[in-house]
Antibody
Framework: QVQLQESGPGLVKPSQTLSLTCTVS??????????WSWIRQPAGKGLEWIGR???????NYNPSLKSRVTISVDTSKNQFSLKLNSVTAADTAVYFC???????????WGQGTLVTVSS | DIVMTQSPDSLAVSLGERATINCKSS????????????LAWYQQKAGQPPKLLIY???TRESGVPDRFSGSGSGTDFTLTISSLQAEDVAVYYC??????????FGQGTQVEIK
């Protein structure tokens, strides 16, 4: 059974960099043909896809965030990471990591982690 | 970007009755080479991550009750809950994954018990 778990600071100051890591268990990131995505959800609002990474390091980003986002992968640790710089209060949200299955969409999700941007 | 629009934003249905949610994409998500619609439906209960219900517009994910069904093609899609149960109270989202990214979601539909 594939499991994903987000980790990282729950509080980030404005203008600083938000950094999160997703640890994947039950599946090796280097097998299969899956991408690994980050998705966020402000409180009481809908879902926004941030971007994704393949085991090779290939990435795709949402154009709305592309200038501030970096997603990377560490296959030796079976982890992938999100960095979002120059954050503002508008970046306050629950951040999810998920497996991006070409045939199905997002078939496995982490529980999500709340990141608050505040001084 | 492909814009996904759901309707209604919320609906209240009696237990055992049918619930229908619509989703419209701003362009077709049907791949002609395999005749598949790259459209998924998710259920999100309070405080939980979304759960995949339906992919390829009409294929039920393993373990999903058969009261959930998806239909439609091209730009117009429907999620139907044939007989609403108390545990189906949730927000439902459609999402397109038609290449290339970005992937986009509908705004969500809140389903409640009348």
């Amino acid at each position: 059974q594939v499991q994903l778990q987000e980790s990282g600071p729950g509080l980030v100051k404005p203008s600083q960099t938000l950094s999160l890591t997703c640890t994947v268990s039950g599946d090796s990131m280097t097998t299969g043909t899956y991408y690994w995505s980050w998705i966020r959800q402000p409180a009481g609002k809908g879902l926004e896809w941030i971007g994704r990474v393949f085991a090779s390091g290939n990435t795709n980003y949402n154009p709305s965030l592309k200038s501030r986002v970096t997603i990377s992968v560490d296959t030796s640790k079976n982890q992938f990471s999100l960095k979002l710089n120059s954050v503002t209060a508008a970046d306050t949200a629950v951040y999810f990591c998920a497996r991006d299955n070409r045939a199905k969409g997002f078939d496995y999700w982490g529980q999500g982690t709340l990141v608050t941007v505040s001084s | 970007d492909i814009v996904m629009t759901q309707s209604p934003d919320s609906l209240a249905v009696s237990l055992g009755e049918r619930a229908t949610i619509n989703c419209k994409s701003s362009q077709s998500v049907l791949y002609s080479y395999n005749n598949k619609n790259y459209l998924a439906w998710y259920q999100q209960k309070a405080g939980q991550p979304p759960k995949l219900l339906i992919y390829w517009a009409s294929t039920r994910e393993s373990g999903v009750p058969d009261r959930f069904s998806g239909s439609g093609s091209g730009t117009d899609f429907t999620l139907t809950i044939s007989s609403l149960q108390a545990e189906d109270v949730a927000v439902y989202y459609c999402q397109q994954y038609y290449d290339p990214p970005p992937w986009t979601f509908g705004q969500g539909t809140q389903v409640e018990i009348k």
